[in-house]
């Protein structure tokens, strides 16, 4: 599915990001690495949680998506730059005490 889905949706955000701006879009040097890494590591996730289907149960399946999104938002959020909110943070201590709980009972059974 990612492969069908990541150029169209490439295609329609670089229509969209070249109609808005009407010059050549210009990214600084540091911006555009840490839009590179972050793409990377996003598709890394990606691949790896693909790999995942042959070997996990439904629930693990949906926990490591949760987990892929955390790391996703995390590492983004270190590349790029922003603020984290009090609601976000505890949303991600959540996600990530969920994960460690649900790690922990699967192997106490």
Same mark, same amino acid.
């Given at each position: 599915a990612l492969s069908l889905f990541a150029p169209v949706a490439f295609a329609f955000t670089a229509v969209a990001a070249a109609c808005e701006r009407q010059t050549p879009m210009a990214i600084d040097r540091v911006q555009g690495c840490a839009l590179a890494l972050n793409a990377l590591v996003a598709v890394t996730l990606n691949i790896a949680y693909s790999r995942l289907?042959?070997?996990?149960?439904?629930?693990t399946f949906t926990v490591f998506g949760t987990a892929k999104d955390v790391t996703t938002a995390g590492l983004s959020?270190? &590349? #790029?730059?922003?603020t984290i909110t009090p609601l976000q943070l505890c949303g991600y201590a959540t996600t990530l005490f969920g &994960? #460690?709980?649900?790690d922990r009972v699967k192997q106490l059974q």
């Open positions: 289907l042959k070997v996990a149960s439904p629930v959020l270190d &590349m #790029v730059g922003g &994960m #460690v709980y649900y």
